[in-house]
């Protein structure tokens, strides 16, 4: 008799394990299974569908796993997002910048009619002159309702706004570039291709509508009058406009009422006024837009109480309280010398003038 467990026959001829110790070596793991062609149907699958006993299995894909194919798709998708962006970004390449026009500029000094009115008391003169609801320094700039044009964003339309009110803050409000003779706040602002024209005003001023420091920005000479209060009054607008697919126009009028005295007087000594009317503007494309820089190509200024006598072309020689306008008229204009601008001079209306 066999023991428990062996067959009745007893044990295989052969070794203990019998028949079965040869195919020890052979091991059926999980992926020799699922590498087989042919799969053995469930008996469930064979009483129901009457189906033979296997069934051949579908090849396995060779290839790219599912991974593989994402990170392949990824960098597709990302290669060309780079191109479409490199040939549609809204910043142009530099060689298609036009160059900028110079500034044209007109500087006319409104000479008064009789002796400059004021006062110790500042806010008086305000108070009782046309700036009495204007508002103070920079909130007397506003920015208009924007919206987009053709070719550029609601974005794009409001960075030139911004742009051309910062260097109107700058270069009418900055008290260091009034009666400090700075200059390097306004210039940062300027045009790369209007620098020369800016940096040959300032070091050989002309009165030739094209070098006037007084077109690019208001300042007062040192040695004849500084700020009573530093409480500057504005008053004005801003627009912008598309004038063509790849510029931005913003046209700024504004007027700025200053309240001076003599250069190094006491706070007890009498104020003025000293108005400026400026009448601005700027051109932007979209490297402008980039660099948050202007280009300047219109500057007409109005300034008084002063002299048409005395030169306004390098500073502003504002008349203080109790001064009158010298005698004469503005500089001779020579019609046969060539890039030379006419001399101009108006008279400052006494409605102008604070009422005390």
């Known amino acids: ?126 108070a009782h002159s046309p700036a009495a609801q204007y508002r103070v320094g920079a909130e007397g700039i506003p920015l208009p309702a924007t919206r987009r044009t053709a070719h550029f964003s609601d974005s794009q339309v409001v960075s030139a706004l911004n742009t051309a009110k910062d260097y109107l803050v700058r270069s009418s409000l900055y008290p260091e570039v009034l009666t400090g003779g700075q200059v390097r706040p306004v210039r940062v602002l300027v045009a790369p291709d209007q620098l020369d024209q800016f940096d040959q005003s300032f070091r ?40 063509d697919s790849s510029t931005l126009e913003v046209t700024s009028d504004h007027t700025f009422v200053y309240a001076l005295r003599p250069t190094g007087a006491d706070e007890k000594a009498e104020a003025s006024l000293f108005t400026v009317r400026r009448e601005l503007q700027f051109r932007f494309d979209r490297d402008d837009l980039r660099l948050q820089q202007a280009q300047l190509v219109v500057s007409y200024v109005q300034a008084g109480p002063v002299s048409c006598a005395d030169d306004s072309t390098n500073h502003l020689r504002p008349l203080l309280a109790g001064q009158t306008a010298k005698a004469g008229g503005p500089a001779g204009t020579d019609p046969y010398a060539t890039g030379s601008a006419t001399a101009l001079c108006g008279t400052l209306a006494q409605s102008a003038q604070p009422k005390v």
Do not use: C
């Open 1 to 126: 008799m066999g023991g428990l467990g062996d067959p009745p026959e007893g044990t295989p001829e052969g070794a203990p394990g019998g028949g079965e110790e040869e195919y020890r070596s052979v091991v059926f793991d999980e992926s020799f299974v699922r590498a087989a062609r042919l799969q053995e149907f469930s008996a469930q699958e064979r009483i129901a569908d009457h189906a033979p006993a296997v069934r051949r299995r579908p090849p396995l894909r060779r290839g790219l796993s599912r991974q593989a194919l994402i990170l392949v798709l990824l960098i597709a998708v990302a290669f060309g997002t780079a191109i479409y962006m490199g040939v549609r970004h809204p910043y142009q390449t530099p060689q298609a910048r036009q160059p900028a026009e110079p500034l044209r500029m007109t500087v006319i000094p409104l000479a008064p009619q009789g002796k400059v009115p004021g006062t110790a008391d500042a806010e008086d003169l305000f």
């Open 204 to 243: 050989q001023p002309t009165a030739d509508g094209r070098h006037a420091p007084t077109g690019w920005l208001v300042r007062f000479d040192p040695n004849n009058a500084e700020l009573a209060d530093d409480k500057i009054r504005v008053q004005g607008s801003m627009h912008a406009s598309e004038t």
